[in-house]
């Protein structure tokens, strides 16, 4: 049966760029659909010369020409980094529905408003998301968990946030981590069901931007090259399309390990004799 992604999200990913394909490594088995037009996104090296384009003078003394050519080398070098990022992993907005929260909490912390917006539910259930310059990797599993929370999945679907010691470092940008959620269906027959449905989370901490950025996250559902945004202007404004990705991801790998189970032994009305180990000796 083929699949087609029904929310549309954020561009695909350029194999030939290197802070691109990073992102693009998953362990499922299986492509479930085909990639989509691609963005060219420039490499490391082309972001550098295009700064190296911009000329821009180091001024020692109050010269206005200089100043001036200084300033328009600086707006060239921000042109260059922003449009080498068509994505928005490392520019970007604050999203406006954090507030910024002071004396109490730490100064670069946010915390979602407490009406009900026109922004993304989805960005409001995170109550404290943490920023670039308290960014922990280890603060980030249980906002994660806190995120999967949210999500309307099928009854006896169980989840399990695991780190990810990946890490990659951009040039001229900032560091990507990853952390992965497993999803399963255990039973009192199967506590340690084969079928596992991944989600990879991609942390990206940018170096352009200031502190009291919130830090951005993405996921990918395993199989899928479509990527979705956890907060800000690109997130979806749904917490229900999740369980469509998983019993999709779960019911295909039951299915998978059935039809290697009947090959193999049968079913229940045809069984297939087995054969006779010292027979065969």
Known sequence: MEKTDDIVSSPSIDPNDRSSTELEKDDSEILLIQPFNV???????????????????????????CILNMVNGTICEARAVIQSDPRGLFCYKCPKEYSHLGSKKSRHTFESPLERSEYSEASETIRHWLTIGDFEYSNMIPLVRDFIAKWQLSPETKCVVLTNTK????????????????????TPRCPNPLAVAK????VTVSSVLRDH??????????????LYYALGCRAINSRTFQRFYIDTILHTKLSFFAEICESRHGT??????????????
């Open 39 to 65: 963005i060219p996104i420039p490499d490391s090296e082309f972001l550098h010369e295009s700064i190296a384009n911009c000329n821009k003078p180091i001024c020692d003394d109050a010269d206005l020409e």
């Open 167 to 186: 890490r990659h470092d951009v040039p001229l940008k900032g560091s990507i981590y990853f952390i992965d959620a497993h999803f399963s269906r255990p």
């Open 199 to 202: 989600v990879r989370f991609i």
């Open 213 to 226: 950025y919130p830090v951005m996250v993405t996921y990918r559902f395993e199989g899928y090259r479509t």
């Open 268 to 281: 229940i009305a045809a069984p297939k004799a087995m054969p006779n180990p010292k027979s065969m000796q």
